[in-house]
């Protein structure tokens, strides 16, 4: 089994040595990095990450901070590995392994963490709008991300493009079609479809 080490800093004065040793220690074949913090999404190492993990391949990162900011990004990361086959283990949380016996049991528990998230920030977004309107504003900032360009970057990944492709392909940054990626767009046509009626 590969393992593939991804490790992260959230400034450049920090040094990545530590993460860096013990994940190859642990034994990971490859180890991408960033300097960056977790509140930006512009993090060139991991969309090299995920462009090089393969279906049978486990990512090793030394705690879940590397990762994501929240659990709602977590979640979204590990549901994102699983649909492309790739299994999660984390050095300072033993618990999570993916590629373990018990990986399904903690993949349903983040697809629901996922499921949670998304429906509290529907909640939250809705109530938002609603005080808005009630005061005459029309909020949100229009998203680049359209219903068809999320149809092609789906479709392209389904066909094993990379994310590369898929930015230039639709027209915006690839942490953007990383994050749309991410997302459950199952329903996406009949979505586009009811707002059309």
């Known amino acids: 089994m590969n393992l593939v080490g991804y490790a992260r800093v959230s ?3 920090q040094s990545l040595d530590v ?3 013990a994940l190859e220690k642990a034994g990971a074949i490859k180890v991408f990095s960033d300097h960056a ?4 999404m512009e993090r060139p190492g991991w969309v090299d990450c995920l462009e090089y993990l393969q279906s049978g391949t486990v990512l090793l990162v030394n705690d879940l901070s590397r990762l994501g900011r929240s659990s709602g990004d977590l979640a979204a990361i590990v549901a994102l590995l699983a649909e492309q086959g790739v299994g999660l283990r984390s050095l300072n949380e033993p618990f999570l392994d993916t590629s373990a016996s018990h990986g399904v049991v903690i993949f349903q528990i983040f697809s629901a963490l996922t499921e949670y998230e998304r429906n509290r920030l529907r ?3 809705l109530v938002g709008l609603q005080a808005g309107k009630a005061r005459g504003r029309v909020g949100g900032r229009p998203t680049k991300m359209t219903l068809d360009k999320a149809a092609t970057a789906h479709d392209m990944r389904a066909k094993k493009r990379s994310i590369k492709d898929i930015a230039a392909t639709i027209g915006l940054s690839e ?8 997302r459950e767009r199952k329903p996406l046509r009949e979505e586009g479809l009811k707002k059309k009626e």
Do not use: F, H
């Open 11 to 13: 400034t450049t004065a």
């Open 19 to 21: 993460q860096t040793d």
């Open 37 to 40: 913090s977790g509140a930006t």
């Open 123 to 125: 909640e939250r977004t």
């Open 175 to 182: 942490s953007t079609v990383v994050r749309e990626l991410a």
